[in-house]
């Protein structure tokens, strides 16, 4: 009886220190991998960056990949948040907004003060999902990936 319950324990011990091991999205996004960060984005990061550190905080991080998983989730809507005054700095982001934007009616423009360009992804209720980064993305990425991960809206009427 006593070694079943040891063995209990050890089991229990060692899922607490696998979940420990596995850090918050706030954690993650401070480390600066945010967003749909797949681990096999972590094995090219590898193949780039000879920083081990960093490319292990990259597979602490990551979200195992399946063609269920990722390729069909989908939003409601995003926010696409800028600082108005750093647009500048990111020309495809800028036209994203003034020629393509209003093709998308569930994305809004959001301006925030010393916001890098991001996605916040959001669900039917207008709750926040998912947050991405997007400061070295092409507009054709944006738009393409707009296309793919948000819900267009039903037209009324």
């Known amino acids: 009886m006593a070694r ?3 063995s209990c324990f050890i ?3 060692v899922v607490q220190v696998a979940r420990s091991e ?3 999205t706030k954690t993650c996004e401070d480390l600066g991998f945010t967003g749909l960060a797949l681990c096999s984005d972590c094995q090219a990061l590898a193949e780039y960056v000879k920083d081990e550190e960093l490319v292990s905080d990259c597979k602490k991080c990551c979200v195992q990949e399946s063609e269920d998983s990722i390729s069909k989730v989908t939003y409601a809507g995003a926010i696409l948040e800028v600082c108005m005054r750093k647009l500048v700095f990111y020309p495809d982001v ?3 907004i003034e020629e393509e934007q209003d093709d998308f009616p569930s ?3 959001q301006y925030v003060y010393s916001s890098p360009p991001k996605l916040v992804m959001l669900d039917e209720d207008g709750n926040h999902k998912e947050t991405i980064r997007i400061d070295n993305w092409k507009r054709e990425h944006i738009r393409q990936f707009l296309k793919e991960k948000v819900k267009a809206k039903a037209v009324t009427s």
Do not use: A, E, T
């Open 22 to 24: 596995q850090p918050s």
């Open 11 to 13: 089991l229990l011990l």
């Open 4 to 6: 079943g319950w040891y």
């Open 94 to 96: 800028l036209s994203f």
């Open 107 to 109: 994305v809004h423009v």
